[in-house]
């Protein structure tokens, strides 16, 4: 959940924070004005594509800036499949950082953001392949649950659903899934379930947001029919801000930093091109165009636009407060319509603008981070009116906490502090993200409640309604418990008031590598998050393991301290692997309580997001395995993030990290191999600088494994950072069980140390690689062969290469992924690669490489 202040409900965020380590950010004099006409202005546009990224910022800037329209992005996956520049983060994990990078985006250009519960399971080639791992059906359910919700008048699609095959599976699956449910959310029929509490909705127009790069090159697109598209000057200046729309739009997708999406601000006029699909096109280059977006569009809501439209002719910056009395009759207007939609969100809207206009402050904030189920947590409501007009609290209300209906007068920017309380209930759920509660699927991830399904993020634990009167006026504001602290380093910081249980576990380690048959000790780590906790640990393990002991006593007094649990794990004599998960219970609690607490608690914290708080099962990959190994100081040049250097130690490697800065003649006389992270040569601007003596050592005997790189658009010519020529590709192998054809069955990296066969490519997660070089000198030899169903062969995975007295190897293969995941051929093989060139003499292949 997030820290900013948001609106839950029908309540409204009054002053929302900037982000993580930023005080809240009291809305200007400008903001209002543009609040102001976002509040004139009832039509709404969605944009919808497949993953964190894909959005286009420009154009979902354009539509809720320059036409004020409410706008959202509905992303169907929350990107968990993709790689991570600034750390460790991958799968469910990444999807949480996306998830707020997106929603930092959005804060940015003013849009929304809404999900499926669709997982991204990885890259796929084509539509079928993705939506039968994904359960099409509850995806396409969750695209009409989120129309019908959000009721756009507008739809774009990022992504052309007319082409299967030319991109991602995932982008045209979007595309496919939004245009049908153009149609569907008006159909009674479909998914009646959600007509419970939501109503039909027919969207207006369906575009895509076309450009030259669907046509192939900017000379085609120049020479196509343009009859159904429409152009839009997305380069739009406002000068009230002093930004341009494009730079808004860059500040907006430089947020998606995991991804390496900064970018610099462009400025200047810029076309950007919708094609319509589906609706009758408009004769301007107005999208709403015949949509009546005016405050008649609400029945009874001309006299309010006449209001709200005089105020904003009228905007007085230097002191907005001398609008409130027109603002407040504006709101009792709308007060005495009949619910609806539009009435909802413009009460919404109003409430936060007379907030604004007022200098009204209120605040409900935990004395703690956060609470465990069962607890009392104080709470300290501060209320101001920064203002010269009579404002007083009439009453307030907390969740499940503290009520008072004793009026208390608010004079002129004096601060008012109250004393509160919530009870977190015993079965709450907690505060994590609510797709991981419960165990999804590789296609899907799964909602506890209905409800939840398409909203960014768990809504607030606790929310305050405190009921004002203004001028005479009620108004009811609503914001969520959230907790305020300081740093000495950094000043005031706000973040999330959350519920996590009173015992959370972890490993030391995700994977524990048996490579004999020799019992060795597992660590669990167990953390109170409540003043006092006793009771007893054991392990579950697998069949064919033993444990000893079998069960511990713990004792832990005061919150955020921990105890470490010692076990010993007996393998079996052959090759096995399972899972072990921990079963803590604890005692002196509740009577009859035989909850067993097996979560491991996760902090993502960056500077750029909120941080957040992350419940997951905890678990620890066991595996038996026989590899061999030879040498043994590997050092290891880290790219933009894996979890490989400790992989490596825990077969017996010592992992040296090498910085840039770090590599010399000397340093890498020591190492018996170097390795290359992923995506080095991408993020690591010093490195080319050093690979003239990397080069040097391979030659004087060294072996160098560099694992992928991209390669951007096109290709991109490796050559510079290798011994021979290498040109990288887009080439990948995206099925994960993808049969693996052995090229060279003699080749030193598959006899030593471990015979490689077939086998050691089953249970590979994932993907088994990507941007295979697709050319390459004849000084290299290309090991394996693989491909995807219907592709051709995919030789260049794995590409060995003598150069001097050492060996050069490049390759593809996911071992980032692999290892992390603890596939025992992904181990034997890495070994290998690390031990190639170091065969007693008499075992040494003659095979080339």
């Not at 409430?351 to 206009?357: E, F, M, N, Q």
């Not at 909120?610 to 099962?617: A, C, D, R």
Request: with cysteine.
């Amino acid at each position: 959940m997030r820290v900013f202040l948001r609106w839950i409900l029908l309540g409204i965020s009054l002053f929302p924070l900037a982000g993580l380590g930023q005080a809240p950010q009291p809305p200007s004099s400008v903001k209002l004005y543009n609040d102001l006409q976002k509040l004139n202005f009832l039509g709404s546009a969605l944009y919808i594509a497949a993953h964190p990224d894909d959005e286009n910022t420009r154009l979902i800037s354009y539509l809720s800036n320059h036409v004020h329209a409410r706008t959202a992005y509905l992303s169907l996956t929350r990107g968990d499949g993709g790689q991570n520049l600034i750390g460790t983060e991958l799968r469910e994990l990444l999807g949480v950082l996306r998830t707020q990078e997106l929603l930092a985006a959005r804060d940015i250009d003013g849009g929304e953001q809404f999900f499926t519960r669709a997982n991204d399971f990885g890259y796929s080639k084509h539509p079928d392949e993705t939506l039968q791992i994904w359960d099409r059906d509850e995806v396409l359910s969750d695209v009409v649950r989120v129309i019908r919700t959000f009721r756009p008048d507008v739809i774009i699609n990022r992504f052309d659903h007319r082409t299967p095959g030319s991109t991602h599976g995932h982008h045209t699956s979007s595309a496919i899934l939004s245009t049908e449910a153009f149609s569907l959310a008006s159909d009674q029929k479909a998914f009646p379930e959600q007509l419970d509490s939501l109503d039909p909705w027919q969207p207006g127009r369906l575009f895509f947001n076309t450009s030259w790069w669907f046509y192939g090159s900017p000379e085609k697109f120049e020479k196509a029919d343009k009859s159904r598209l429409i152009g839009l000057d997305i380069g739009v200046y406002y000068p009230e801000r002093g930004l341009s729309n494009n730079e808004i739009a860059a500040m907006a997708s430089s947020q998606h930093r995991c991804q390496g999406f900064g970018r610099p601000n462009v400025r200047g006029s810029e076309l950007e091109y919708v094609e319509l699909l589906q609706g009758s096109m408009p004769a301007t280059r107005d999208l709403f165009e015949g949509i009546d977006t005016s405050w008649g569009r609400l029945e009874g809501g001309a006299p309010i636009g006449s209001i709200l439209e005089g105020v904003a002719a009228t905007f007085n910056f230097s002191d907005p407060s001398v609008h409130l009395p027109e603002l407040l009759r504006a709101y009792q207007l709308l007060q005495g319509l009949e619910n609806s939609h539009w009435k909802r969100l413009k009460t919404k809207e109003l409430t936060s603008l007379i907030a604004g206009v007022a200098g009204l402050y209120v605040e409900a904030a935990s004395a703690t981070p956060y609470a465990n189920p069962g607890e009392l947590a104080p709470v300290q409501l501060e209320v101001v009116n920064r203002s010269r007009w009579d404002m007083e609290l009439l009453r307030f209300h907390l969740d499940h906490g503290s009520s008072n209906d004793s009026a208390v007068r608010l004079p002129s920017n004096e601060r008012v502090l109250l004393d509160a309380f919530v009870t977190v209930p015993a079965d709450h759920p907690g505060t994590s993200p609510y797709w991981l509660r419960e165990p999804g699927t590789l296609g899907m991830y799964k909602a506890p409640d209905p409800s939840l399904i398409g909203k960014p993020e768990t809504p607030a634990a606790f929310t305050l309604t405190a009921s004002l009167s203004i001028e005479g006026v009620p108004v009811t504001f609503e914001t969520p418990v959230i907790h305020r602290y300081s740093q000495p380093d950094k000043g005031e910081l706000y973040r999330a008031f959350d519920i996590i249980p009173k015992v959370t576990t972890a490993f030391d380690e995700q994977v524990a590598l048996f490579p004999s048959a020799h019992p060795r000790q597992v660590q669990l780590t167990i953390k109170s998050q409540a003043e006092r906790v006793r009771g007893t640990a054991s392990l579950q393990i697998p069949e064919g393991w033993n444990m000893e002991p079998k069960k511990q006593e713990f004792s832990i007094d005061g919150k955020g301290n921990q105890q470490t649990i010692r076990f010993t794990l007996l393998p079996p004599s052959g090759e096995s692997q399972g899972f072990v998960s921990p079963r803590v219970t604890l005692s002196g609690g509740i009577p009859g309580d035989t909850r067993v607490y097996d979560k491991e608690l996760v902090t993502i914290a960056y500077e750029h997001i909120p941080t957040q708080t992350v419940l997951l099962p905890a678990s620890l990959k066991v595996v038996r395995l026989d590899v061999e190994k030879a040498g043994q100081h590997v050092g290891y040049v880290m790219g933009a993030g894996d979890a490989i250097p400790e992989n490596l130690e825990a077969i017996g490697y010592t992992v040296h990290p090498l910085a840039p800065a770090d590599i010399t003649r000397e340093s890498l006389k020591k190492m018996d191999a170097v390795v290359v992270g992923i995506r080095a040569y991408n993020v690591l601007d010093e490195l080319p600088f050093k690979q003239e003596l990397l080069l040097d050592y391979i030659r004087e005997g060294g072996t160098l494994v560099v694992q992928y790189n991209t390669s951007g658009r096109g290709s991109m010519d490796f050559s510079d950072m290798a011994p021979y020529p290498l040109r990288l590709s887009r080439d990948r192998v995206s099925d994960e069980s993808a049969t693996v054809r052995i090229l060279n069955r003699e080749h030193p990296v598959l006899n030593f140390p471990n015979t490689i066969d077939a086998g050691d490519f089953d249970g590979w997660v994932q993907e088994r690689g990507l941007y295979f070089p697709d050319e390459w000198d004849g000084a290299y030899t290309p090991i394996l062969s693989m491909n995807d169903p219907g592709e051709t062969p995919k030789e260049g995975g794995l590409l060995v290469a003598r150069y001097g007295k050492g060996h050069y190897i490049y390759t593809g293969l996911s071992f980032f992924r692999e290892l992390p995941a603890g596939v025992p051929g992904a181990f034997k093989l890495f070994s290998n690669m690390l031990s190639i060139g170091k065969a007693p003499l008499k075992d040494r292949s003659g095979a080339k490489g």
